[in-house]
């Protein structure tokens, strides 16, 4: 196939949508396909290809307070003008909401068919970041697009529910992959816990970006439990003040290759707050990892944590339930243990391999149908 995505955001900005497309792209170049990735520009130096695809960049700014997040401008006709010259089979439109958005109506307006994956809760962000009179018109600029695509595909049951609630058809569950070779018990590292926890405390951790969206904030309720040692793991605009918050918690940055790894497969309970999550990759890894989470009872943790056999949910806002949670599991290393190896064998069969290999079928089928709704034979309902 001749595959082009049009990225949200992509390299060197590294988060949920670029390293799902990562592991897309690896998945592409094994089978030989062509591909083309039409993504915001950088101000770094960026490749010009990844993973065998090529990469064309559109002008783009950066977004207040994410530095490193740039959007893009710009019509729909240089977009158009993009797809008509690599002539796609499909079009891939990863978590599209700005360039997503033109993407859509450059591939209708060449006849193209689109997969339009959803992955990130823009409008659940605007509330969250204090703007809640943009949630209604980001919610427009949502079900627009995915109206618009031939094919939606979302990462977990919460998400369907909450597309299908707003008017989106051909709404279907693509989950994300995880690499279970790298995330794996056997990486867990004396050397990193006694770096983090020099006393032999429980370690409970947080991965992920420091940003407003994930509540690591709520994680000040753990403070005081004995014989524990909070340890965040990742950077974000949020550092200096969860820093000032979380005064007793390990902050060791940016992690990330074999020593993120290690990092997660060090920890003897993972915790995640936050509320708006679609998926949420980490808590995957973590449980790769043989880690046993507890996470807010929200969106993509939902699928991912089997409460009471691979962790706990608390509900959200609960904060005391969330320490609760959390105290039983430092206080019964058995109880942790048998959650842990729970977790591990609960996503063995969630390779990118497998779940690339669905997505593969979902292009052909897209493809297929719309080629039958254009004959007009009957397409997707």
Known sequence: MKVAIVAESFLPDMNGVTHSLLKILQHLKQRG???????PSTTADAPRRVEGATVWRLPAMPVAGYRNVRVAVGGV?????????????IVHLASPFVLGWRGV????????PTVAVYQTDVPGYAAKYGMPFLENWAWARV?????AATRTLAPSTDAINQLRGHGVPRVELWRRGVDTGRFHPSKRSEAFRRLVAPR??????????????????DLAVLAGIPGTRLVVVGDGPQRQELQEALPHAHFTGFVAGEK????????????????LETFCQTIQEAMASGVPVVATGRGGPLDLVDSSRTGWLYQPGELGELRGYVEDLVGDGAKRAAFGSAARAAVEGRTWAVVCGQLMELYSETIDRHARQGAGLGGFK
Do not use: C, W
């Open 77 to 89: 006709a240089r977009v158009r003008a993009m797809l008509a010259a690599f002539n796609p089979d």
């Open 105 to 112: 109506r450059a591939a209708q307006q060449l006849g193209l």
């Open 200 to 217: 032999g405390e429980t370690v409970i951790g947080y991965v992920g970006r420091l940003a407003l969206e994930k509540q690591v904030a």
């Open 260 to 275: 993120l790894a290690a990092a997660m497969a060090s920890l003897d309970l993972f915790v995640h707050p936050g509320e």
């Open 143 to 147: 079900e627009r697009i995915h109206m």
């Open 33 to 39: 396909d062509e591909v083309l990735v039409i993504a």
